[in-house]
């Protein structure tokens, strides 16, 4: 199993900023990639930023220029820098992790709790 423990999030005024940060801990053989995801009332999950095994990142357009993800020294915590947030900001965030428990496993896909990010006009 693994767990995934998130601290972050919060409330904020338009332009403000907010970090997120995840750390995976557990049966961990591989972590070949962690993120972030949202979720807003009544709209679907959606990709907000990921880091891939070998450093590759990935991130929604409209986050683009104003989130950065980044991993700790172990690697096995991720963080979210927010900068610039809009009311469109506003969601409940889900940390991701995708692992390899063991030789042979399959990779599983775990989610952390959300947080919730609120950010005002």
């Known amino acids: 199993q693994v767990q995934l423990v998130k601290s972050g999030g919060g409330l904020v005024q338009a332009g403000g900023s907010l970090n997120l940060s995840c750390a995976a801990a557990?049966?961990?053989?591989?972590?070949?990639?962690m993120g972030w995801y949202r979720q807003a009332p009544g709209k679907q999950r959606e990709l907000v930023a990921a880091?891939?095994?070998?450093?590759?990142?990935d991130y929604a357009d409209s986050v683009k220029g104003r989130f950065t993800i980044s991993s700790g020294n172990a690697k096995l915590t991720v963080y979210l820098q927010m900068n610039g947030l809009e009311p469109e900001d506003t969601a409940v965030y889900y940390c991701?992790?995708?692992?390899?428990?063991?030789?042979?496993?399959?990779?599983?896909?775990?989610w952390g709790q959300g947080t919730q990010v609120t950010v005002s006009s």
């Open positions: 991701f992790a995708d692992v390899r428990s063991n030789i042979g496993d399959p990779l599983a896909r775990y």
């Open positions: 557990g049966s961990i053989f591989v972590l070949n990639a």
């Open positions: 880091l891939v095994s070998g450093g590759n990142t």
